[in-house]
């Protein structure tokens, strides 16, 4: 398999007044062509900035302070802002959480679609408009034609969101990067909203990466799954390995916390405890203090990502070299 | 597909024009003095700028309805025996010329700034330092100081020609500030948001964020200074005229008509100041009551209930 982002040690810092917070802590992770990788975590992991930091666009104090992103053979985390202009959008798109904020309320759906195609690709007004229909039609809008002159406040909240998906697949990328896509829609619309993205990144060959804290939507959506916990990956494997045989206990405690898994109970499971704030963190391993299976050790030595006979990589004292 | 006047016809925005009678009421009045004014070559019947049709004769002569009158003269002649109603529509006509005009000065300079200043926050402290100084000078005084210099430099009668241009200038340089501020402020809220983030995302480059979409976002205050701005722009005109530093008596605006009828107030002939003036208090009125209905209508929080 042909490799199409691999992401060497990422570190991402943000310079506060206070102090410096490492909200990504060498995070390594490899994306081959095509492939759908999900990234689940708590919120304040660190998913949504992991996501970001790929394109070059973290807020302000924000800063990549180590690593490497080899995308198609470049480090692009070294590119300069106009580089990166020629790569987000085109090669790597990115989807949001709430489609109802992420479209221009004053611009037509056309407009804002024939921006996206004119700024990346050398086609006439004309091509460009059935680059738009096209997209549009594969989302499954209906009369396209008439819907591009309409402007956003003029869709429902799946329909915008449709329209967003297609926004991100204009210039045919080859990763699409989608931050939470579903949360800000109701149930009902989610499933066909990930259905479809699913569908897309098959018949496109489209890499994908999933951010969410839905391991329902995950585990159905992609074929790898990440776990990041307080910026750091804690266990890393195929999805099905991470959904019916979880390693790492705090991927076990988010499994047992999904409320079907309940059983009638009731009351939910919950994980006890609270992630560690990012300014202070445990000199062990991040998730010691809410562990139930903790080690000695484990308040003293961080534990690094080590594969398993199964083939999924975590990092905990307790699974593998607990003894040693 | 449906047409842009067909759009138009079935928006909230006429819909709740039409039923409010202030609105409608002052839109027909200002309708039909802005058409008055600019047809004024057509249905006034004197031409004041022509001085070969006027004689001295006609001084001061009183409105037709009055004793004295003449039915020559609708609403009587000025001290130099030009028709009243003629000089106050060709008035009016440069009144609203040079409000219209330094407000379009204000709104370039002003949204550029303001564009500039909100989203390159580099720039930010010293543009918005240069608004403070600039308000910090009044009006008038800004006006006075530059109109002195420029009728010494061009004689009256080299003034007679700059006059226009000049006022929109110098009342346009002196105002810009609202509209920056007024942007700025747009801006800083706006760029927060995600569709701006989503055009970063894009690829789009930061001039096209910026005209494209961050600015049809603030237009929304900027139509509604824009409306109160004329109506100060008229009226800053107009007391600049009042002064002497506005336009000459020889090419009249309704503020240089009210000063030339100031001097004869007393030796009865009283229609030469109170027209131009109750023109001026209406054109203003109308002006600034749409102003209301348009900022009534665009606040969302009375707009949405």
Known sequence: ?324 | MRTRWQRFKDSYMLHSFLRDPVALTCFIILSILVISAFSAPIIAPHDPYDSATIEIMDAQIAPVWSEGGSSKFLLGTDAQGRDLLSTMLYGMRVSIIIGVGAVCLQAFIGIIVGLLSGYVRRLDNILMRIADVQLSFSTYMVAIFIGAIVQTAFGVAGYDKVAVPLLIVIIGLAEWPQYARTVRASVLAERKKEYVEAARVIGLSRVRIMWRHILPNTLSPVLVISTVQVANAIMSEAALSFLGLGMPVTKPSLGSLITAGFEYIFSGSWWITIFPGILLVGLILVINLLGDWVRDFLNPKLYKG
Do not use: W
């Open chain 1, 1 to 324: 398999m042909e490799t199409l982002i691999d992401i060497k040690n990422l570190r991402v810092d943000f310079e506060l007044r206070s102090g410096t917070v490492r909200a990504v802590r060498d995070v390594s992770l490899t994306i081959n062509k095509g492939e759908r990788l999900g990234i689940v975590g708590e919120s304040g992991a660190g998913k949504s900035v992991l996501g970001f930091s790929l394109i070059n666009l973290i807020s302000k104090p924000g800063k990549i302070t180590n690593g490497e992103i080899i995308f198609q053979g470049n480090d692009i985390s070294k590119y300069s802002y106009e580089q990166m202009r020629k790569i987000r959008g085109n090669r790597i798109s990115m989807i949001f959480q709430d489609p109802m904020m992420t479209l221009n309320p004053v611009l037509t759906i056309g407009t804002q679609m024939m921006e996206t195609v004119l700024a990346h690709m050398d086609v006439s007004k004309k091509e460009a408009e059935e680059i738009c229909l096209d997209k549009l039609r594969k989302v499954y809008i209906p009369s396209p034609e008439k819907r591009l002159a309409q402007y956003p406040h003029e869709f429902s909240g799946g329909m915008r969101q449709r329209i967003v998906i297609a926004i991100s697949l204009l210039t045919s990328p080859n990763l699409i990067i989608a931050d939470e896509p579903t949360t800000a829609l109701d149930v009902t619309i989610q499933a066909e909203i990930m259905d479809l993205l699913l569908e897309l990144c098959e018949t496109e060959n489209m890499g994908l990466i999933l951010i969410t804290h839905d391991l329902a939507v995950v585990s159905e959506v992609t074929q790898r799954i990440a776990v990041l916990y307080a910026g750091k990956v804690v266990e890393l494997g195929t999805a099905e390995q991470i959904i019916n045989n979880p390693q790492h206990p705090y991927t076990q405690g988010l499994i047992k916390a999904l409320p079907q898994m309940a059983g009638g109970a009731k009351r939910l499971n919950q994980i006890p405890g609270m992630m560690p704030s990012l300014r202070d963190m445990p000199t062990g391993c991040p998730f010691e203090p809410r562990c139930a299976a903790k080690l000695e050790r484990c308040k003293h030595e961080i534990p690094t990502l080590k594969e398993l006979e199964s083939g999924t990589q975590v990092a905990c004292y307790q699974r593998n070299g607990g003894d040693k």
